[in-house]
């Protein structure tokens, strides 16, 4: 997702992964799956199949992990700040993990091709010989739209094919 977020002196852009649910929202999601797996392997063991209480529990504790994991790579986030002389990329989770200052006059955006129609191009930050991926989490959709606001501050954005020793 991009949100454009107005400060004085500049533009920065908030940019994080599409979130279809919130942490509580997923927390609900498991209690549910969670009381009809009890309920289901209860009654098969109380039926005498007692063997399926372990395997629901290790089912239900590889969904708890997954859930976990899947929204805390969704809180992932970058700010994207354009001042006049200067972009700043910050990067991290709940705090700030990295950050990069660039000088905006000799930055300027590579959107590398996507070798699949279904797969958004990736966006590096290029300065010199410094590479820096771009939001790799956005979709298409997102990915359009950042490049439109990058084009429309004035950043130069140069295209270029995927390379061919590269592999998904």
Not at 20 to 30: H, K
Not at 69 to 94: F, M, N, P, W
Not at 95 to 108: F, I, N, S, V, Y
């Amino acid at each position: 997702m991009v949100q454009r977020l107005r400060r004085r002196g500049g533009t920065s852009l908030l940019l994080t992964p599409n979130r279809s649910l919130s942490w509580r929202g997923n927390l609900r999601v498991w209690f549910a799956l969670l009381v009809v797996s009890v309920l289901i392997a209860g009654g098969m063991a109380w039926a005498g199949a007692w063997l399926i209480l372990p395997f629901a529990g290790l089912e239900l504790s590889a969904l708890a992990w997954a859930i976990y994991t899947t929204c805390r790579e969704c809180q992932r986030c970058e700010v994207l700040s354009i001042d006049a002389d200067t972009l700043c990329l910050e990067r991290g989770r709940q705090r700030k993990l990295a950050e990069w200052q660039l000088p905006r006059r000799d930055t300027r955006i590579h959107l590398v091709a996507a070798r699949h129609p279904w797969t958004p191009p990736r966006l590096f930050l290029m300065h010199r010989e410094l590479e820096i991926g771009l939001a790799p989490f956005l979709n298409m959709d997102d990915t359009r739209a950042l490049v439109g606001l990058l084009e429309r501050q004035g950043i130069r954005v140069e295209q270029r094919q995927a390379d061919e020793g590269f592999r998904f």
